[in-house]
């Protein structure tokens, strides 16, 4: 959803004499941690990399086990292994596809030092439970909030319940940058050891030094920096993200009470309540474990002009990388393992409106009883 005030705004951040770590950036974290009320945010380059900030920030290294979702995206995890730790995969929980809290709790050690939990698909986690199981073990919460705008709990946005939260402006995300990131905390001294991290372990800002090149190296950190280009799209961005999210709560509503009650489909449970859901996208289940009936059902959708996800196409232990490393097999994360291999993801971004989902609402109904029946 690029449009004329985003072309605009990348067109004057080109005619300024600063292009990286400027006030278009600084502008872009004030405007996100106001729409999120979070009391401290940063732009980093994308999710991945605030996600390995974070952890290497919190100083957890080899022998240190951190408890991740195996029904996520890759990054989540490879964020980890990125500082030595070891992963430990906790299977989903088959109403929401969210990690499964018992699991979790059991699947702690001697050894946990933090838990990683992403909201999946903008349905929020319930992190009080987990933050309550975080304080009794003395463990690091990290939430990888990429699929979580607009995600609240008990009116609290996602991402400001754990010690830190990563959002992703990846194209297809709620909103983009084209490419980059934010981290949210609660907490200032975190906030602080992040920001020095996230640029070279580099002790003054540019716009701090009061001798133009004069600055001291106080601990190592990487190059996580966002543009001032993309910081323009961002600030662009954040003012439309009311208007994204209603027409996406809007769509989303169309295709659950269309598709609640079709035999052939297992639909997540409705947000409802507590927990506010960002509406990333409608995930539809087939009632079929027939990998080519699923793929038959995707390109007779697709043919028909609906364009279709799998979120994921794997779980994270199932790909070949991580099979390799801990040769976990289907059966040790079964939901997990039902999702990525049932699932369809439909759209429901504003680029669309509810007439597009009455089409979409059709099409599934006649595609789906004509392939699986
Ligand atoms: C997209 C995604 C990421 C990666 O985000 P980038 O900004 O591309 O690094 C991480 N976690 C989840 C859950 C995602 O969906």
Redesign the pocket.
């Known amino acids: 959803m690029i449009e004329d005030e985003e072309r605009a705004a990348v067109m004057a951040a080109l005619d300024d004499p600063i292009l990286a770590h400027g006030p278009r950036g600084r502008q872009f974290e004030a405007d996100f941690a106001a729409w999120t009320e979070a009391p401290e945010a940063l732009t980093v380059s994308?999710?991945?990399?605030?996600?390995h900030l974070a952890w290497f920030t919190c100083g957890i290294g080899p022998g240190d086990e951190v408890i991740v979702p195996a029904q996520?995206?890759?990054?989540?995890v490879h964020?980890v292994v990125y500082t030595g730790a070891t992963p430990v995969f906790v299977d989903a929980e088959r109403h929401t596809g969210n990690i499964d809290i018992d699991a979790l709790a059991a699947a702690i050690t001697p050894k946990t030092r933090g838990i990683a939990v992403?909201?999946?698909l903008g349905m929020p986690v319930d992190m009080v439970r987990i933050m309550d199981i975080a304080k009794a073990n003395d463990l690091f919460v990290l939430e990888?909030?990429?699929?979580a705008i607009g995600t609240r709990l008990d009116g609290v946005h996602a991402g400001l319940f754990g010690d830190a939260g990563?959002?992703?402006?990846?194209p297809?995300?709620h909103m983009t940058t084209a490419?980059?990131?934010m981290v949210v905390s609660r907490d200032s001294d975190l906030a602080d050891r992040l920001r020095l991290r996230k640029a070279f372990g580099v002790d003054r800002a540019m716009h701090e030094r009061k001798v133009p090149g004069i600055y001291d190296v106080v601990t190592l950190g990487y190059n996580f920096r966002m543009n001032e280009l993309q910081a323009a799209i961002g600030i662009e961005q954040v003012k439309k993200l009311d208007r994204f999210l209603a027409q996406r709560r809007a769509n989303f509503e169309v295709l659950d009470s269309g598709l609640r009650d079709v035999s052939e489909l297992t639909l997540f449970d409705r947000p409802e309540g507590r927990f506010v859901s960002g509406h990333?996208c409608f995930n539809v289940m087939l009632d079929t474990a027939d990998a080519d009936k699923r793929t038959d059902v995707i390109q007779t959708l697709n043919a028909r002009g609906i364009g279709t996800s799998v979120?994921?196409p794997g779980p994270v232990p199932q790909t070949t990388y991580y099979r390799d490393q801990f040769g976990h097999t289907p059966e040790d994360h079964p939901v997990a393992n039902w999702i990525s291999n049932c699932s369809i993801a439909l759209p429901v971004g504003p680029h669309l409106d509810e007439s597009h989902m009455e089409t979409i609402v059709a099409a599934v109904k006649d595609v789906t009883s004509e392939v699986l029946s």
């Not at 994308?46 to 996600?51: D, E, F, H, K, P």
């Not at 996520?72 to 989540?76: C, Q, V």
């Open positions: 994308s999710c991945t990399a605030g996600l996520t995206h890759t990054a989540t964020a992403v909201h999946y990888d909030a990429a699929l990563v959002f992703s402006f990846y297809v995300k490419e980059g990131g990333y979120h994921y």
